[in-house]
């Protein structure tokens, strides 16, 4: 299967992952809510946020920012439309696919973020994000990525292992999906740090296009 199947397999998914995705995520969001002013806070500068989703890290972007943010879906994305009123920052919200990226010029950002949209993607489409990431950067411009990945620890691999079902059907993600190995194969991308928000299973991957 092609990669451009794959993206319009995850679009089909997500028309109905979309309708309960806040609910459903609720359990975890209770989490993720105390890192989102963390994880965008201190970022400046014209920023492209890839798999924006419902837009829940729209309202902790600072005013400087000139964020743009794409989401795969459009039903996603018609979400994170009603979230732009709590950002503080310039914000433009854009149906893209990125592991293409068509509207986006090259060379024009200083920041790519993205949260839990690489673990969605099969190995071969990510690699073509990674290939965008390197695009749309400036030369030095940095990345900040965070993913889900595969506990050493027996006991927390146990309840991977029994949430890895449901995680794949609703959301499309998994936990061994590759992506710092990805990167780190980037002649363009240097990783320059790498470091685990909770327990070793929420990855954060940080570093710069060189």
């Known amino acids: 299967m092609k990669a451009h199947e794959k993206n319009l397999l995850l679009q089909e998914k997500y028309k109905l ?4 995705y806040d609910i459903l995520d609720y ?14 806070g201190d970022l400046r500068g014209k920023i492209l946020e890839a798999g924006v989703g419902t837009g829940k890290n729209l309202k902790f972007y600072h005013e400087d920012v000139e964020l743009t943010g794409i989401e795969l879906s459009k039903d996603m994305l018609s979400k994170a439309e009603k979230r732009k009123a709590d950002a503080r920052c310039k914000v433009n919200l ?6 293409v990226m068509q509207t986006i010029n090259s060379n024009q950002y200083d920041w790519v973020f993205s949260t839990f949209m690489c673990c969605v993607m099969p ?10 990431f390197t695009r749309v950067l400036k030369q030095g411009g940095r990345f900040r990525l965070l993913e889900m990945v595969y506990s050493k620890n027996k006991a927390i691999r146990k309840r991977q292992d029994f949430f890895a079902p449901f995680v794949e059907k609703v959301y499309g993600a998994r936990f061994d999906r590759d992506t710092l190995r990805h990167i780190e194969q980037s002649s363009n991308l240097r990783v320059t740090n790498t470091s685990f928000l909770k327990d070793d299973t929420y990855l954060l991957i940080e570093g710069t296009r060189v």
């Open 123 to 132: 190995d071969e489409i990510q690699k073509l994000a990674i290939e965008q």
């Open 17 to 20: 992952t979309a309708s309960f």
């Open 27 to 40: 359990p975890w969001e209770r989490i993720y809510r105390k890192w989102r002013p963390t994880l965008v």
């Open 94 to 99: 854009v149906n893209e696919d990125a592991t």
